[in-house]
């Protein structure tokens, strides 16, 4: 009978052991518990990046590329933990980047289409409206005749930095000229000659 329980408890013991040994062995292969603060990227090159990342054990990946015009080209704009955020060591930081030029988009046809249309299809290829300049027609009303980037024709199809501003000459039957703010331009009246003064 003691013999039985001094079997028990020198197993008991034997398991308590083993069960302490795998756990701290676990613990100090995997740094369980053991996390670092995660730097700020932002604004930082990759290669810049990796560097300071490299001192912490910490692995990065870039999942994506945005072009953002006002920010610097090739530099980091989002990370994913963010930054201060505590992670353990060799965790995987994910990156977005701007791109280093802006993507190049087809000009879209916008002649003789309305200036409502042209609008939504400037918007749609990643555009921007700029000057519409309006001529008086007897026969045409509210149609684009030309479409232009700094003053010069700019054919559809033609490949053009994305965020370009499009300047559109629009044809109108109105004898009253706007521009596209909608705030009217002042045309002196005709005077008649013929009229007697006052």
Request: negative net charge.
């Amino acid at each position: 009978m003691r013999n039985w329980l001094y079997n028990i408890g020198l197993g008991g013991l034997l398991i308590a052991l083993l069960t302490v040994l795998i756990y701290y062995g676990l613990n100090s292969y995997t740094h369980h518990g053991e996390t670092i603060q995660v730097p700020n990227l932002i604004s930082l090159k990759p290669f810049e990046a990796e560097a300071k990342l490299a001192e912490l054990t910490i692995r990065m990946k870039i999942i994506d590329t945005v072009y953002l015009p006002n920010t610097k080209p090739g530099s980091i704009v989002r990370q994913v933990p963010e930054a201060f955020e505590f992670v353990k060591t060799n965790r995987t930081i994910y990156l977005t980047v701007n791109a280093l030029s802006s993507p190049r988009v087809a000009m879209p046809k916008l002649t003789d289409c309305s200036v409502n249309l042209a609008k939504a299809l400037i918007k749609n290829a990643g555009l921007v409206l700029g000057e519409v300049v309006y001529q008086f027609s007897e026969e045409e009303n509210n149609l684009v005749v030309a479409q232009r980037i700094h003053g010069q024709i700019i054919e559809p199809g033609q490949k053009i930095s994305k965020g370009s501003s499009i300047d559109l000459t629009v044809v109108t039957t109105k004898k009253e000229l706007r521009d596209d703010t909608d705030t009217e331009e002042f045309v002196p009246e005709e005077i008649d000659n013929n009229e007697n003064p006052e």
